[in-house]
């Protein structure tokens, strides 16, 4: 997923901030949400890490329906006090 990080001093302790950039949602997520993380594709990564932010601003689009898969979760996995690989398990 596509982010931005920084890191800051304040009143001389230093801060890291992080924030993950969002979009559109695709066909697979537009049921699901009205927005989706900005993933960009394997090969732009590069780009992403390193490009100039014009490069950087092409690649702010929705993600390939065809490269996701989604399935139903629980209920816990919206509570972020919540931490175990049981939160992604299917649920009927």
């Known amino acids: 997923m596509a982010g ?3 890191r800051a001093t304040i009143d001389g302790e ?3 901030s992080f924030t993950i950039l969002t ?3 695709n066909t697979l997520m ?4 009205n927005r989706m993380p900005v993933i960009p594709p394997q090969d732009c990564i590069t780009n992403w890490l390193k490009g100039s932010p014009e490069i950087r601003v092409d690649m702010i689009a929705p993600h390939d329906a ?3 898969h989604a399935w139903k979760v629980g209920k ?3 509570n972020v006090r919540n931490q175990s690989k049981e939160l992604i398990a299917p649920v009927e």
């Open 23 to 25: 979009t559109k949602p």
């Open 4 to 6: 931005l990080w920084d």
């Open 14 to 16: 230093t801060v890291d």
């Open 66 to 68: 065809q490269d996701m």
């Open 30 to 33: 537009v049921d699901i949400h």
């Open 76 to 78: 816990d996995v919206g």
